[in-house]
């Protein structure tokens, strides 16, 4: 959609698709997924993707090429603050000084929940060390608040568990996240389908963040075209501005002015 932009930490994207990298069959998968999403902002798993890391091994950089997307290196896979904080700082030193991240702490492994004690103090102190922080959360709008409050640059709760596929199961949490934020909100986590990510758009949702929906589907290809789709017919309808929901019918054609 021509003009209809969202800014980050002062940089202009015109998709509001956001993907991931992980567990796609291989590279050549990775790089066709990505293209067909039309994502220009792709997040990376420090600790489980090779971006320069070892030498020796297939480079993830050479399918998702920095020169054409802007790389978002996360923090998933990290349980602590303090891993958290080091794993941004490496991505920074491997990545030339790139200081967007997308932070996550979890707080167990059953759930992937996050944990936002330890959210909040490893966004202190990334914040601190001059990062642009993108911050995982739950769909908590207190939280939501003191992590813009501390110089988070986007926040993004959790529509329902990292790789559950449930869809939205929160809207009016996602509703008051969305009134009281003065920087962007992004669904990431639990969307499945396109369905998923159509209903997060219409809710007002600057952007939405996946990675399993896409690289788990039969045809992961197919799937990122369809969540490109989604992201831009929800996108449009929010701005369009649905009509009320009524208990009772009201006839699209109504009797007045008719030749009858």
């Not at 700082?89 to 992937?112: I, Q």
């Not at 920087?183 to 007002?204: K, N, Q, R």
């Amino acid at each position: 959609m021509a003009g209809d932009t969202f800014t980050v930490a002062g940089r202009e994207f015109r998709s509001r698709l956001l993907v991931g990298t992980g567990k796609y069959r291989d590279l050549t998968e990775t790089g066709e997924a990505i293209e067909a999403s039309g994502a220009e902002i792709v997040t990376v798993a420090i600790r489980r993707s090779n971006i320069g890391q070892s030498p020796d091994e297939p480079n993830l950089l050479d399918v998702v090429p920095p020169s054409r997307y802007t790389i978002l290196p996360n923090t998933a896979g990290c349980y602590t603050a303090q891993d958290a904080v080091r794993t941004c700082r490496l991505a920074r030193e491997l990545l030339d000084g790139h200081n967007l991240v997308k932070l996550e702490v979890l707080g167990d492994e059953r759930t992937l929940y996050p944990d936002v004690t330890a959210t909040i103090e490893a966004a202190r102190e990334l914040v601190a060390d001059g990062f642009d922080v993108m911050v995982y959360t739950s769909d908590d709008p207190i939280i939501a608040e003191r992590l813009e409050e501390i110089g988070c640059v986007a926040i993004m709760p959790l529509a329902a568990p990292i790789g559950s596929g449930l869809g939205v199961q929160n809207p009016y949490n996602l509703l008051t996240i969305i009134e009281n934020a003065g920087v962007p909100v992004l669904v990431d986590a639990g969307v499945g389908t396109a369905s998923d990510a159509a209903i997060a758009m219409e809710l007002g949702c600057d952007g939405v963040l996946l990675n399993t929906a896409i690289a788990g589907a039969k045809e992961p290809v197919r799937m990122a075209r369809a969540m490109r789709l989604a992201v831009e017919s929800g996108r449009e309808a929010y701005l369009a501005g649905r009509i009320p929901r009524k208990r009772f019918a009201s006839a699209s054609s109504p009797l007045e002015g008719t030749f009858f």
